[in-house]
């Protein structure tokens, strides 16, 4: 079925927006108190990483453990990462996504980041060859986006079983101590891929048009 085309330019800007440059980076989405930024810019120190969270309490959590071990290649950002996406960054900008664990949306399946409109302005802003990582403990989940990976997206990607001693974050921690099995999607965006936002570029806090 196809999907109704995002509305990218009634985005208001976040509270407090600041743009960034065009240089490549990475993005996590939903990085809850940062235990998975903090390692991965600490392991990565050749990549940068831009960490979202919305909730204020994680933000806060993330921002001060940051503080504390300091790594020069992590920003984290107080925000709703859809108006914050289309509003900072570029066509073709981003290497890696991580969307690990998101709320599974069990009564608003639109909402599900594979189902989402949104979904396509997110592909337009990652560079060719580049990933998004999309990790789920609900077998369900990680099926329907699978599903939507083939037949709406048209996207190839790599299917995995998360190892049980893996602990990127602290729902993949409490996941697998469960005896849950996590799994992940890399999906990678080819040579040659188009979207209708491949030349839309960041509103930076321009006035948008008001949502009718």
């Known amino acids: 079925m196809p999907i109704r ?7 208001h800007a976040p509270r407090d927006f600041q743009s960034i440059s065009p240089e490549p980076i990475c993005v996590e989405i939903g990085a809850g108190k940062g235990k998975h930024a903090l390692l991965f810019t600490r392991t990565h120190p050749e990549h940068k990483l831009i ?38 960054l570029y066509p073709g900008q981003v290497e890696q996504f991580f969307v690990l664990y998101p709320n599974p949306e069990p009564h608003n399946p639109a909402q599900r980041w594979a189902n989402m409109p949104f979904f396509e302005f997110l592909l337009s802003r990652l560079k060719t060859g580049g990933s998004i ?5 609900i077998p369900e989940y990680i099926d329907e986006a699978e599903q939507q990976m083939k037949e709406l997206w048209n996207l190839p990607y ?23 099995l996590c799994q992940q999607l890399i999906i990678t965006k080819p040579e040659g ?12 806090g321009q006035n948008v048009a008001p949502v009718e």
Not at 133 to 137: D, I
């Open 51 to 88: 960490a979202i969270e919305r909730t204020r309490e994680k933000f806060l959590a993330m921002q001060k453990q940051h503080e504390l071990e300091g790594q020069p290649n992590l920003k984290t950002v107080h925000a709703d990462a859809l108006p914050w996406v289309v509003h900072a």
């Open 133 to 137: 990582t999309l990790a789920s403990n």
């Open 193 to 204: 891929y188009t979207t209708r936002f491949d030349d839309f570029q960041p509103l930076q």
């Open 5 to 11: 085309q995002f509305q990218a330019q009634r985005m």
């Open 158 to 180: 790599d299917k995995q079983i998360i190892a049980s001693d893996s602990a990127r974050t602290h729902f993949e921690i409490k996941y697998l101590e469960r005896g849950e």
